[in-house]
Structures are given as C-alpha cells and as structure tokens.
C-alpha cells in the first residue's frame, strides 16, 4: 500500500525555480508528477520507472526533471525557467505500468500548489 505527502510548493517568479518532493512509503515500478491548473484536466508532467527510465508530457521542455532518492524514498521534480502557465497543483502520482495518464495512475497525493507570476 503506497502512501505519497507531497512539499515544496509555493510562490515564486517567472525565471525562478522550485523543487518539489514526494516522500512515499512503500513500492511501486512507477512514479509520476502531473499538474493541473483551474479547469483543466490533470495532465501528466513526467514518470520515473524502477529502473530510472524516464519520461515526459508532450507539452514539456527540458525546464523541468524529475529524480527519486531510493535512500530517502523521496520522488523530487526541479523546475527552472519557471513560466506563469506552470501555475498548477502539481499532484504526486505511483501505478504500474507507468503512464502519464491520470486514469492509469493507481495512487495519489495530496497535492501542492505552485504560482508562478
């Protein structure tokens, strides 16, 4: 049984960065950060599977990666060149197989909201 407690949200200026974390209990082959902004759907940003293969939304350039500490069992993702439409609730995400779909994804977190101005 996964659980996810997402951190790091917050305000922060166009050109800045974030670093969002994800601390998990327990195992799944994937995991994954989508984001939604108000009145849109939950998009996937990017998944990381068992074996460090990652992935990413179509819609997403190189400003954004994602990392996971096996040792601190967190998931991270950094975002730089932050831009006002990243201003989302970014969501932490584990399911199998991994996809960057919302309805493919098994288990969530909490949320925690970036605004970016």
């Known amino acids: 049984h996964v659980q996810l407690v997402e951190s790091g949200g917050g305000s922060a200026l166009a050109g800045g960065s974030v670093r969002l974390s994800c601390v998990y209990s327990?195992?799944?082959?994937?995991m994954a950060w989508f984001r939604q902004a108000p009145g849109s759907q939950r998009k996937g940003v990017t998944n990381?599977?068992?074996?460090?293969?990652?992935s990413y939304g179509n819609f997403m350039n190189d400003r954004f990666t994602i990392s996971k500490d096996k040792a601190k069992n967190t998931l991270y993702l950094q975002m730089d060149n932050l831009e006002p439409e990243d201003t989302a609730m970014y969501y932490c995400?584990?399911?199998?197989?991994?996809?960057?779909?919302?309805?493919?994804?098994?288990?969530w977190g909490q949320g925690t909201q970036v605004t970016v101005s």
């Open positions: 990381i599977n068992g074996i460090g293969a990652t």
């Open positions: 995400a584990a399911g199998d197989p991994c996809s960057l779909t919302a309805s493919e994804m098994s288990t």
């Open positions: 327990g195992y799944s082959w994937c």
